[in-house]
């Protein structure tokens, strides 16, 4: 059994989780769930990440994780040398995407339209604007993805860091912000291309040759064909869940259909 966190700290002792798919999101999950029902109250201070992973029975890397999305949902704020803390009045918009068992797929849809719109305009810029450094790191999460289909592993964290790299490598430090914070939420959407609805791990095959043909297109300094291949890998993404995008989201083909 987990050490017990005093009560008048979270109002109730935690039960350790099961190991899912993604630690950090039950463990955020959890705290987020006590936010919402009071037992977290605005103004308190959570446990000590040894006492919040002790509890969970996870590592403080994980606690550090789940404290991370919800500081970036608004939720909580982190003082130096106090700890984290339960807002008073949330900062900013909660935009966990789904907050049951899973999305529908017209949610499902619309998160990918966004992704389209988001991505396919930062592969666009990081084709013109990408260095050495930039390939480099992409190219190594792009191994650590294969590395993950070799190995039966899920590869989520890679394939996030793979965009990551890739909203690095427009040089423009507000692009990589935004990218790092929507990639929190993108990130349950790109977990379904490694898991199936039974949370088996399948082999992403095609999404990693999607991925490789993108990371082609930014090293050429191909810019209309990353956005091409970044909307492309997007739509296969999509497909595989058996969501159809809408054209109109490719400008290129939509000034190609008008007379």
């Not at 040089?171 to 993108?186: M, P």
């Amino acid at each position: 059994m987990p050490a017990a966190l005093p009560r008048t700290e979270l109002g109730s002792e935690l039960s350790r989780i099961a190991r899912p798919l993604r630690l950090s999101e039950e463990v955020s999950g959890d705290l987020q769930r006590r936010i919402a029902r009071g037992e977290l109250q605005p103004g308190d201070r959570l446990p000590t990440e040894k006492a919040l992973g002790e509890a969970f029975g996870v590592s403080r890397a994980v606690v550090r994780e789940a404290i991370a999305r919800l500081k970036a949902d608004g939720l909580i704020e982190t003082r130096q040398g106090s700890g984290a803390f339960v807002v008073e009045v949330p900062k900013s918009i909660n935009l966990r995407f789904w907050k049951s068992e899973g999305p529908e797929l017209e949610e499902l849809r619309d998160i990918f339209e966004l992704r389209a719109m988001v991505e396919g305009a930062v592969a666009e810029l990081a084709a013109q604007r990408r260095d050495d450094d930039d390939l480099r790191a992409m190219t190594e999460h792009l191994k650590a993805m294969d590395d993950a289909m070799e190995n039966g592993v899920d590869g989520t964290e890679a394939d996030d860091d793979f965009h990551i790299a890739m909203a690095k490598a427009t040089h423009n430090s507000y692009i990589r912000r935004l990218v790092e914070f929507l990639g929190q939420h993108f990130s349950d959407s790109r977990q379904l291309a490694w898991h199936d609805t039974n949370l088996k791990l399948k082999l992403p095959q095609a999404s990693q040759r999607e991925h490789r043909a993108l990371l082609d297109a930014i090293a050429q300094g191909d810019a209309e064909a990353a956005r091409r291949r970044a909307l492309e890998h997007l739509r296969g993404a999509a497909g595989r869940l058996g969501i159809s995008l809408a054209l109109d989201l490719d400008r290129k083909r939509l000034r190609r259909r008008k007379p």
